[in-house]
C-alpha cells in the first residue's frame, strides 16, 4: 500500500475513483417531499463522483474512471466534473446508455428519499477496456464503489482495476454503498449482491460503510443483545481489511483486527454536532477527508477525525458533490468546533465560495459599456430610439473584438448591460470573455437595484459565468443612516451573489459633491471590508501613488486574501490623463486589470447618434481609442515584468 509517499511525489493521481456517476436533482423546499418540491438544484451525483470531487477540492490529484450517454446531462457532468479538478480522461461516452439521474426530496434530516432513475445506466456500462493501466503506475489509491457489482461487464472492470491495483501496490478502498433501490437489481438478487460484494471486500485494504450495510454484507444475524458492530464482526471472518464503521451522529469506528467483545472496548471517533440540512452525501465526504488525511501522512484516528469534520460540513448544505470542503474550510471548522457546539461560519461559507469558484486569467483587460442612463440622454437629445442604442452596443463589441484579435489579448473582458446589450453579453458569453452585469440603478444613491424587488431571483436568471457588477456612490463620511442604509443592499446584494456562486465586483465613486482621493477611496474600502463585505473584485480609479497601491494590497491581505484584486476604472478622463494612472496600476500586485468605457466610446457615441459618423466609422474610432488603452497597459505591463521576476527571485 503506497501511502507513505509526500504530495511531492511526481505520480499523475492520488486517488483513482470507479463507479457511480449521475445527476442529482434536489428539491429547493425543505420539508418536502419529492412530488411537493416545486424547484430543484442540479449537481454531479452519484457516490464515485462525489467522493472525486471532494478528493478533488481536497488537493489531491484525481481521476474517475465511468461513463456517461451522449446526451445533455452526461455532457454536464463532464463540464462540472473538470471545472472542479477530477480528470475526466477515463470517463468514456456510452453511445447507447443514457446518463442516469436521481431525485432527492428534502423531507427532514434522517429521511432519505432518493428516486432513482437508472434504466441501463450509462456509469454501468463500464468494461475492463475502459480501464487505463497506465494511470495506475505510481497513484496512491483506488476507491471503488459496490454498487458497480450490478452487472456482470462493470464487475469485471473493477475486478481488472483491483488487479492492477495490487499488482502497483495502491491502497484499495471498497465503499459499500448500499442502495436498497438497486442492489436486489443484481443478476442473483440480494443475495447474489452480498455475495459478491464480500468477495470484493475480501481483496480490499480498507471497508467503509455505516452500520446497516455492515449488517446487509456481514450477512449478521440481529444478536440477542444489540451489537451495533455485529455486521463488521461478520465481514470480519472474510476480509483482514481495516473496517470503518459510520456511526452517524455517534462518529466512527475502525478496527485493523479483531473487533474487542465490548463495546466499552471500542474507540469510537466522536463526531461534531451540526445542523443537519441533507443527510446524503456525509458518508462521501468522509471518504475524501479520510483518505486526503490518510495518503498526507496522519495516523488513523486523525484521519477519521478529519473525514468526520467533511460529513459534518457537507450534511449542513444543501448538494453533496458541490458541498464537499476545501482543506481551509476543515480547518476553520475544526478551530471553531472546539469544547463544544459548532456552527459554521460566514468565515467558512467565504472560503467554501472562494474555493468552487471558476479559474480566471488575470489583469482583465476589459471594455466598459453597461451604461445606461448616458445613452438615454443621447437618444432623447439627438430623437433616436432605444433600438438605437441596441444598435451602438453592438458596435462597441464589435470594436472591442477587434482589438482583442489583433492584440491576442489573454483575459479580454466587457462590462455590459441587458437593458441594451443582451445580444453582446451572449455572445462574448460564449466567446468565453470575462462579462460583468450592472445591477444597481444609475445614480441612486441610497442604493437601489434595478431588480429591486427580487434581487436574488434575478441573479439566479443569469448564466453562471456571469459577474454581479454594482456601483455604490460611497464616502467614509457618509451620515450613518445613509451608510448603514447602503451596505444593507450590499450585503442582500453578496447573500445572493453568494447563494448562487455568483462573483461580484463592488465600484465605489466618492459622490461627486464631496472631495475624492486616494486616501478617501482607501478608507471606503476599509470602511466595507468592516462592515463585512468581500466582491470578489474592486473598481476603483486608478490611484495617484504606488503607495497608494501598496495600501490597498495591504487591505485586501488583512481582510481578504482571497479577493482577485481592483479593476481600474476611467471616470470619463481623456485618454491622456488616465494613461498615466493605468500604466502605474499595470505593475501593481493588487491591480486585477481595467474596465474602462466612456474615455474610450462616448465621442463616437456623440458622433453617430447625431447622424455624424457611419458604423464603420465608430467602430474605427472606438477600436482606436481602445487600441491605446491596452497599449499602454501592455508596455508597462512590459516594462514592470522583468523587476517583478527579479524581485520574485
Request: with cysteine; aromatic share 6%.
Amino acid at each position: 500500500m503506497r501511502i507513505d509517499e509526500s504530495p511531492g511525489d511526481a505520480a499523475p493521481f492520488d486517488v483513482i475513483c470507479l463507479g457511480r456517476l449521475a445527476v442529482d436533482f434536489y428539491g429547493e423546499q425543505m420539508a418536502t417531499s419529492i412530488e411537493e418540491a416545486r424547484t430543484f438544484r442540479r449537481y454531479v451525483g452519484g457516490s464515485s463522483a462525489n467522493l472525486a470531487v471532494g478528493c478533488a477540492r481536497q488537493g489531491l490529484r484525481t481521476a474517475l474512471i465511468s461513463r456517461v450517454g451522449a446526451d445533455a446531462m452526461g455532457r454536464y457532468l463532464l463540464k462540472q466534473l473538470s471545472a472542479n479538478g477530477v480528470d475526466i480522461g477515463s470517463v468514456s461516452v456510452d453511445p447507447v446508455r443514457r446518463t442516469p439521474l436521481a431525485f432527492l426530496g428534502m423531507e427532514g434530516a434522517e429521511a432519505i428519499a432518493l428516486d432513482f432513475y437508472r434504466h441501463d445506466p450509462a456509469d454501468l456500462g463500464i468494461s475492463s477496456a475502459d480501464i487505463s493501466e497506465p494511470i495506475f503506475k505510481s497513484a496512491k489509491a483506488l476507491a471503488v464503489t459496490a454498487t458497480h457489482l450490478l452487472e456482470p461487464g462493470a464487475a469485471e472492470a473493477v475486478r481488472h482495476a483491483f488487479s492492477i491495483a495490487r499488482r502497483e501496490g495502491l491502497l484499495i478502498v471498497v465503499d459499500l454503498d448500499y442502495r436498497a433501490a438497486l442492489w436486489p437489481l443484481h443478476p442473483g438478487g440480494l443475495p447474489g449482491m452480498v455475495r459478491d460484494v464480500a468477495g470484493l471486500a475480501a481483496l480490499a485494504d480498507v471497508v467503509v460503510g455505516n452500520e446497516e450495510e455492515f449488517e446487509i454484507v456481514g450477512a449478521a444475524a440481529p444478536p440477542p443483545i444489540a451489537d451495533r458492530f455485529a455486521g463488521a464482526r461478520g465481514l470480519r471472518t472474510q476480509t483482514q481489511a481495516l473496517l470503518i464503521v459510520k456511526l452517524g451522529a455517534d462518529g466512527v469506528a475502525s478496527f485493523d483486527g479483531d473487533i474487542p467483545e465490548s463495546t466499552d472496548d471500542i474507540d469510537v471517533v466522536p463526531a461534531y454536532s451540526v445542523r443537519v440540512v441533507n443527510p446524503v452525501g456525509a458518508g462521501d465526504a468522509f471518504l475524501s477527508g479520510y483518505l486526503a488525511a490518510r495518503l498526507g501522512g496522519l495516523p488513523v484516528r486523525d484521519a477519521l477525525r478529519r473525514g468526520n469534520a467533511a460529513g459534518a460540513i457537507v450534511v449542513s448544505r444543501h448538494g453533496c458533490s458541490d458541498a464537499m470542503p476545501s482543506p481551509r474550510e476543515l480547518e476553520i471548522f475544526e478551530a471553531s468546533s472546539r469544547g463544544g457546539d459548532l456552527y459554521l461560519s460566514e468565515t467558512i461559507a467565504h472560503a467554501h465560495r472562494v474555493a468552487k469558484r471558476r479559474p480566471r486569467t488575470v489583469p482583465v483587460t476589459a471594455l466598459a459599456f453597461d451604461h445606461r442612463e448616458p445613452f438615454r440622454r443621447l437618444m432623447r437629445e439627438t430623437g433616436r430610439a432605444e433600438d438605437d442604442i441596441r444598435r451602438f452596443k453592438q458596435l462597441i463589441a464589435e470594436a472591442a473584438l477587434q482589438v482583442a484579435s489583433a492584440n491576442r489579448l489573454a483575459a479580454p473582458g466587457a462590462l455590459v448591460d441587458a437593458t441594451f446589450g443582451e445580444p453582446v453579453l451572449a455572445d462574448l458569453t460564449d466567446r468565453d470573455w470575462f462579462v460583468a452585469r450592472p445591477v444597481e440603478v444609475t445614480g441612486s444613491r441610497p442604493l437601489r437595484f434595478e431588480a429591486e424587488a427580487d434581487l436574488e431571483r434575478e441573479i439566479a436568471t443569469w448564466h453562471p459565468a456571469h459577474v454581479a457588477k454594482c456601483l455604490v456612490w460611497h464616502h467614509p463620511d457618509d451620515p450613518e443612516a445613509l451608510r448603514s442604509q447602503q451596505i444593507d443592499q450590499l450585503k442582500r446584494l453578496a447573500a445572493a451573489c453568494m447563494a448562487h456562486d455568483r462573483e461580484w465586483a463592488l465600484e465605489v465613486i466618492p459622490p461627486r459633491d464631496q472631495k475624492s482621493s486616494d486616501t478617501v477611496i482607501l478608507a471606503a474600502v476599509e470602511q466595507l471590508y468592516d462592515a463585512g463585505l468581500k466582491p470578489d473584485f474592486w473598481k476603483l480609479q486608478a490611484f495617484s501613488t504606488e503607495d497608494s497601491w501598496a495600501r490597498l494590497a495591504g487591505l485586501i491581505s488583512r481582510f481578504d486574501p482571497d479577493c482577485r484584486g481592483s479593476l481600474v476604472l476611467g471616470l470619463d478622463q481623456p485618454l491622456e490623463s488616465l494613461g498615466e494612472g493605468l500604466a502605474r496600476a499595470a505593475s501593481q500586485s493588487a491591480c486585477a486589470g481595467f474596465a474602462i468605457g466612456r474615455s474610450v466610446f462616448m465621442d463616437a457615441a456623440r458622433g453617430w447618434f447625431a447622424g455624424e459618423m457611419s458604423d464603420a466609422a465608430a467602430v474605427a474610432e472606438i477600436a482606436k481609442r481602445f487600441e491605446a488603452v491596452v497599449q499602454i497597459w501592455r508596455e508597462a505591463r512590459e516594462a514592470t515584468l522583468p523587476l517583478a521576476i527579479e524581485a520574485a527571485q
